[in-house]
């Protein structure tokens, strides 16, 4: 069963040929379409089942000494040997679980919410496309495979968010994130000729065998290139630009794309190259300080927006931070973890806000919303379902992932008490500005205008149904890794352990313990470690009801409030309404910048310089011409001075 | 007779006649005394041409006069010829007004 | 070595200039059948040329096909033609091009139909002669024949300021060659006077050893006939002029082929011929492409016509062909040759979107177009497929070869645990 690995991409693969091709040349019905491509991620999700129970049957030490399905030779150039082949381990097969299973269900969702739309086929064949990327990167064998994988589904999410090309924004927005990914993709390259020159070989089990044969200083080179890369496809600070602009494309899109699957690349990819992070605690460091400083800076961004959607975006970041901050800690499996529950409430909640915004007309400003939630009950329980579990109560699926998260910060070798702190004070604000979100959208008084108020419906049953799948999934996903403090048996983490357990801990020597013996990771596992997980666990609880009641207070009880605070600290409430200026810092800077250097070469030197020696030549010989012909007067006498002249030397010169 | 005078007389002379047609050539601007200067260059050469000839006693010296006197007259009839055409076609005889080919 | 029995490579040489001479005898008002007649023919030639991908033989290193006929015994000159996996892929790229620049032309050349073509035939004899010959005499003579009707092709049937173009054009590309004229005598007297034999056979001066400062010399003269026709910083200026200028097929043959003989001249000529020198020439060559590299796409990113942003990207793209061929290791040359067939494709292909648009607007300026995909769906999917090729994005032709031109120049730069 494992041998058909190669069949999960490909299904896919063949809807994106069958919908863009066939279909659009035909212009065949919008059923078939849409059965096409629903089916072909169902067959994906079938087999990605299947294939894990075939997993699970195995030992678990035999479970990530799978070998690889290699289908093709590549790349065969001298000693460099690329193939086209897939791997099988738990690590890959959870990713493949996630996406292709939350993606069979955006995809249910997307043959309502895309209904009315006339570039419904392509929508359909982009997605597929996506998925088929998507699935090549997570399963690939190879760094070269999975970076093909990396920049296809950058591809798509630039096809996806400029979906509605027509209008100048998406156009804009997508081209914004092809670029801004391509910036990371620099990176990643840069990483990928470093390894195959140091290891001879780019497919993982080459690699990770004779990882320990590398320099310290060239492994923190290649890991923290690579996480360049991610920071760019992950939507990290300083690349993170690019995320909130996406929400231009159809909601779907920013479910599956922003949200479960593309922006989560990176973190797979640095837990996918866990040995090598681990022989680097420089980079480790790194990556969790980006991870958590990108958790509470987008938190902070989320607190103020009024689109639906841009809240969801900047939490989208956030959470991303803090699986960052999970790996940079070396809590792969926490990582992982939040990855798989994110993409559940995450990919839950953008569904839902489609949802809402097919309720209310196509509106996505919650000014505009307010006491929709009798109204559309499924939209609103199901988001209320994601809202607890992204805020982290315990019971729902965030709490465990996102708890494991904060307790790693804190205790890992890796960790540091900061980190924790940061991590901690993100989650409050998460919890927050997602009960903000929820009580602006569903409660209160309903500001809509009369017109959108007349047509407040709940969304057809194929787009419901997918909601509560995700909402029972949010629910009870994280019941697979119920810590021990609490009693349970984490079997995530038992099943991702043989991935994750194998790294050298010799050289790993965690950055912060240099730096502040006092505080660096409050236990490291030593007597009184449960007690202090637990202590922590009702922190962080007690962090989210405070979050939530805050909420409550402003935007409940006392709603005035808020536009007062506006006003008291405006300039503050200004820069955290405008995202910082970061966007117009990067167009003043790199892009102005470039475009003048790129005129500047075009006119001063390439015109001015290059240009002007050719003709100053082409001058030059033209006044020697002119001067020469002077010596053409005509007048036979002279030449015939000449020839006199000449002869007479000639002879003189003879005689001598 | 001719043997009291040393050659070297007669080839001076020769010299100077040559010269002073060469330089008639390049000075003077009507086309026929040029023509006349060009004669005069000739008969220098047919001069120091009977002069070697006689002092190298042999006879070649003289068989190139009878060469160099046809072709003069032949040369003149046809350089007369061209000057009647270009007369007719310039009106002008004077060589530096007729210079087409400067630039 | 021949295995097709019949001396293919000359066919393939020829055969286009014979099908030129035969145009001549079509009265020039039937424009039809001079066009039917000129497609007929290149289509012939590229069937032609199919057999010798066929009949390959991929196991042997060395010239396959070669045919050698004495011309000038005296002087060491003879009609040596050969093929060898690089000019093979380069002939087929060659052939298969004419055919599309002839199709493209069908109804955008509108005057001089029966000399259009012609010239065009003419331009295949002479790019096909340049990738087959083996003698140096022979290569030069079939160079300076590419070098007319490309002349011709932009000053005739061109845009506004073809005249420029084209006088531009054939200076700068003349100039270097006669530079690599003076090269090619110095070497067939210096090889005669140590070996005793006077040559000009490529195969046999393979083997001279010349003193270092020769060396230098020589391959510097062939290096800047090269440079220019690459087009390598700062050599490159004609090309802007020469591209927006040229019609469409003339464009796509320029940048399809004929910037491919001037890389194609590094490595068969410039590089084997003096080693030393090319190898110590590394440092600055690959300065000079590294500039290329990002001096045109910086360049190219502001123009405000299509097609001159194209034509500059053609300079970025070939100082990725010029980096790799001078790593000098396997990834890198492998790389440049394949990036060679891909940016005659795929830039080809712009040139070809590009005459499109150009076509129904007759404007190229960027600014004049906008949301063309919603009323040429097809033409904005190919655009964007082609698009995708030439930015080297994973999955196409562009990305394989830009990935091994810059795993080569990674290596040779920061060195290799392991070997080439």
Redesign the interface.
Known sequence: MIELVWLIPLFPAIGFLFNGLIARWFNLDKRIVGWVACSALGLSFLFSILIFFSLVQLAPEARVAVPDRILFDW?V????KTVIGYKVDPLSIIMALVVSGVSFFIHIYSVGYMHDDSGYTRYFAYLNLFVFMMLTLVLANNF?LM??G???VG?CSYLLIGFW??RDTPANAGKKAFVVNRVGDFGF?LAI??I?????TLEFNGVFAGAHSLDAVTVTIITLLLFVGATGKSAQIPLYVWLPDAMEGPTPVSSLIHAATMVTSGVYMIARCNILYSMAPVSMAVVAIVGAATAIYAASMGLLQFDIKRVLAYSTISQLGYMFLAVGVGAFSAGIFHLMTHAFFKGLLFLGAGSVMHAMSGELDMRKMGGIWKRAPITFWTFFVATLAIAGIPGFSGFFSKDEILWQAFDSTHGHVLLWLVGAAAAGMTAFYMFRLLFVTFFGRCRASEEVKKHIHESPPIMTIPLIILATLSLIGGYVGIPHVLGGRNFFHEFLHPVFGGHPEGAGHAAFSLVKPAFASGGAGMGGGDSKELLLMGVSVAIAVIGISIALYLYIWKTEIPKRLGERFKTLYTVVFNKYYVDELYEASFVNS??R???F??HR??DGV??RG?NLV?DVMLWLGGVL??I??????GY??GI?LGAVIIILFLIR | MLSSVPPIYFLIVSAVIFAIGAVGVLIRRNAIVIFMCIEMMFSAVNLTLITASHHLNSLDGVLMVFFVMTVAAAEAAVGLAIFVLLFRGRGTIKVDEINLLKW | MNPVGFPIVTVITFFPLAGAILLLFVPRAKEEILKWMALVISLVEFAVSLPLFIFFDEGVAGMQFVERIPWIPEWGVNYVIGIDGISLLLVLLTTFLTVLCILSSWRSVERMIKEYMIVFLILETGMIGVLASLDLILFYVFWEVTLIPMYLIIGVWGGPRRIYAAVKFFLYTMAGSVLMLVAILALYFLNGKATGEYTFDLLKLYQTVLPINTQYLMFAAFGVAFAIKVPMFPFHTWLPDAHVEAPTAGSVILAGVLLKLGTYGFIRFAIPLFPVAAFKAVPIISVLALIGIIYGALVSMMQADLKKLVAFSSVSHLGFVMLGMFAFNVQGVQGSIYQMLNHGVSTGALFLIVGMIYERRHTRMIADFGGLAQVMPLFATFFMVVTLSSIALPGTNGFVGEFLILLGTFRRIVGSRTSI
Request: no cysteine.
């Open positions: 790349i150039s001298g000693d460099l070269l970076f093909v990396w920049e296809g591809l090309f027509e390259l000729f470093l195959f020159v140091h290891l001879g470039t475009k250097l790129g005129t070469l075009w030197f390439d290059i240009d050719v082409a012909r002077r053409q007067t005509g007048r036979v006498q015939a001075t006199i």
